[in-house]
């Protein structure tokens, strides 16, 4: 039996955590829970366990996952060596993240990824990562822009027939920049949404219809209170997730 979130007229999305390597606590930016309670859902944060049951039975509770930035993706995971650029890897989070993109992609839950969010969509679709910008594409723009990390600092390109397209503004949009790697083959199922001037690749999504995974390679949960755009994407999300509720009762 399924036990969706049928009671609750906010839809329950589920945020996997961060891991401190050196640490081992667990740690995320209050931005992403303000911005899911902003959009009209309810944050639930998710404790990093990759037990294929455990999020199991944790995501027949919830009506969406959002995976959040942080960190580099073990290039084992997508049939690389570490190259010079590449930062600090954590392996446990790479497991849990993989496991609730395989579950959510069974269960057809939506999902958000932001950042390294993203980029792990698109190696979960079997896709690949630029693992250092600076060194492997080295004309592109600066993008790590640094503080004050709210600051729209470039422009993307918006395809028309994206989820992130929005009729009454322009196409092209500025955003904030924090990461130093992306998205280079896009992975199964997937196309690219957004890029930016120098081609990197800044928003993916699924190409099929009725299914609901976005990635974005900015950080909209920073600025989502000042910035249109970026609260029309977690607005979007949780309304994705609020349809999802109650369905397979």
């Given at each position: 039996?399924?036990?969706?979130?049928?009671?609750?007229?906010?839809?329950?999305?589920?945020?996997?955590m961060r891991f401190g390597i050196s640490n081992r606590h667990l740690h995320l930016p209050s931005?992403?829970?303000?911005?899911?309670?902003?959009?009209?859902?309810?944050?639930?944060?998710?404790?990093?366990?990759?037990?294929?049951?455990?999020?199991?039975?944790?995501?027949?509770?919830?009506?969406?996952?959002?995976?959040?930035?942080?960190?580099?993706?073990?290039?084992?995971?997508?049939?690389?060596?570490?190259?010079?650029?590449?930062?600090?890897?954590?392996?446990?989070?790479?497991?849990?993240?993989?496991?609730?993109?395989?579950?959510?992609?069974?269960?057809?839950?939506?999902?958000?990824?932001?950042?390294?969010?993203?980029?792990?969509?698109?190696?979960?679709?079997?896709?690949?990562?630029?693992?250092?910008?600076?060194?492997?594409?080295?004309?592109?723009?600066?993008?790590?822009?640094?503080?004050?990390?709210?600051?729209?600092?470039?422009?993307?390109?918006?395809?028309?027939?994206?989820?992130?397209?929005?009729?009454?503004?322009?196409?092209?949009?500025?955003?904030?920049?924090?990461?130093?790697?992306?998205?280079?083959?896009?992975?199964?199922?997937?196309?690219?949404?957004?890029?930016?001037?120098?081609?990197?690749?800044?928003?993916?999504?699924?190409?099929?219809?009725?299914?609901?995974?976005?990635?974005?390679?900015?950080?909209?949960?920073?600025?989502?209170?000042?910035?249109?755009?970026?609260?029309?994407?977690?607005?979007?999300?949780?309304?994705?997730?609020?349809?999802?509720?109650?369905?397979?009762?």
């Amino acid at each position: 039996m399924n036990h969706k979130n049928t009671t609750n007229k906010k839809p329950l999305i589920g945020i996997s955590m961060r891991f401190g390597i050196s640490n081992r606590h667990l740690h995320l930016p209050s931005d992403y829970a303000e911005a899911i309670d902003c959009a009209g859902g309810v944050p639930v944060h998710l404790s990093l366990l990759p037990n294929k049951d455990y999020l199991k039975n944790i995501l027949d509770l919830l009506d969406g996952i959002l995976l959040p930035g942080g960190g580099d993706i073990d290039p084992l995971r997508y049939g690389e060596e570490p190259k010079p650029g590449l930062g600090a890897v954590s392996p446990l989070r790479d497991e849990n993240d993989l496991i609730l993109l395989k579950l959510a992609e069974e269960m057809n839950v939506p999902v958000l990824g932001i950042c390294y969010g993203m980029q792990l969509l698109n190696v979960f679709r079997g896709g690949g990562i630029v693992q250092d910008i600076e060194r492997e594409r080295p004309n592109s723009l600066n993008h790590q822009q640094g503080d004050p990390r709210e600051r729209l600092s470039h422009w993307i390109t918006i395809a028309e027939n994206s989820v992130l397209f929005d009729s009454k503004r322009k196409n092209r949009v500025l955003v904030n920049s924090h990461h130093h790697q992306a998205v280079s083959q896009i992975g199964e199922n997937l196309f690219v949404s957004a890029t930016a001037t120098d081609g990197i690749i800044e928003a993916i999504e699924d190409s099929r219809p009725g299914r609901f995974n976005l990635g974005v390679q900015w950080h909209p949960e920073i600025c989502f209170q000042s910035d249109e755009m970026s609260k029309s994407i977690f607005d979007k999300f949780v309304a994705a997730a609020g349809k999802e509720r109650g369905k397979n009762v």
